[in-house]
């Protein structure tokens, strides 16, 4: 069984059989493959810093991620549920001390505006599991110039 399917499986079994039957094959249904799970289950699978960032859109400290130097290729996935979020070929160097990229995996990323700051800026989170990730400017590089500010701890590199 791979990974990702047990993951579906385990998440089904948490929330409830009637949300997502074990039964289904993973992403057979389009949008109803949501994660939920109460405070106290993300508190007990996530880190602190995880849950700070993932559950309380806290942002962590710049240059303090070890992704800030990965040059791999692969994939960036949710730290909270491992949906893939971004592709490594849309990865730059933006200076900030966060893991930057110009574009999300069409259709995983969803945004809100976020009032904390005087200026409102676009937060962005993970598609199924709702998990904060950062703040999408609109200062980016070709092709998109879009970036996205990613918290390190939101998110996992899986070598391609
Ligand atoms: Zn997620």
Excluded at 43 to 58: D, I
Excluded at 93 to 106: D, H, K, L, R, V
Excluded at 127 to 136: I, L
Excluded at 145 to 156: E, P, S
Aim: proline content about 7%; hydrophobic content about 35%; some cysteine.
């Amino acid at each position: 069984m791979n990974r990702r399917l047990f993951l579906l499986q385990g998440t089904a079994a948490l929330a409830g059989a009637a949300t997502l039957p074990v039964t289904a094959p993973a992403f057979a249904q389009e949008g109803t493959d949501k994660v939920v799970k109460t405070e106290a289950e993300w508190r007990k699978q996530l880190t602190k810093e995880q849950f700070y960032v993932l559950r309380g859109e806290g942002t962590e400290r710049a240059f303090t991620s070890p992704l800030n130097n990965e040059k791999r290729k692969g994939t960036y996935v949710c730290a909270g549920c491992e949906l893939p979020l971004f592709k490594s070929e849309t990865k730059f160097e933006s200076g900030t001390g966060w893991p930057s990229f110009y574009a999300g995996i069409p259709g995983n990323v969803g945004t809100k505006v976020d009032y904390k700051l005087i200026v409102p800026r676009t937060e962005y989170h993970c598609r199924r599991c709702g998990g904060h990730q950062g703040h999408v400017f609109p200062d980016g590089p070709p092709p998109t110039g879009q970036r996205y500010c990613n918290n390190g701890v939101a998110i996992m590199f899986v070598a391609a």
